[in-house]
Nanobody, 117 residues
């Protein structure tokens, strides 16, 4: 599985960003996709995930109501729409893939999101 994440950047508090993850794998429709983040000096944490069918999503409490995960019909692109960004959202964001119900084991290279006050 190859994952290419992009879309990070510098944004002010209250702003919005869209992260994009392009997924390259033959059986993409069998993979659950997720976004994780790692702030400097902290452990990587779960942000959001979307099931294989694309209709069931899950979010960390810290981003509920502000972030939305989605995927295209061909399952090859996954988005993370982030709004009302806070300073504490500053982190490197990683796209991840999990086969079926397995744990997330495949990771993209990360994209840096910096939210400034």
């Amino acid at each position: 599985v190859q994952l290419q994440a992009s879309g990070g950047g510098l944004v002010q508090v209250g702003g919005s960003l869209r992260l994009t993850c392009v997924v390259s794998v033959r059986t993409v429709s069998s993979y659950r996709m997720g976004w994780f983040r790692q702030a400097q000096g902290k452990e990587r944490e779960f942000v959001a995930s979307i099931r294989v069918g694309g209709t069931t999503t899950s979010y960390a409490d810290s981003v509920k109501g502000r972030f939305t995960i989605s995927r295209t019909n061909d399952k090859k692109t996954v988005y993370l729409d982030m709004s009302n960004l806070k300073v504490e959202d500053t982190a490197v964001y990683y796209c991840a893939a999990a086969y079926g119900s397995a744990s997330f084991r495949d990771w993209g290279q990360g994209t840096l999101v910096t939210v400034s006050s």
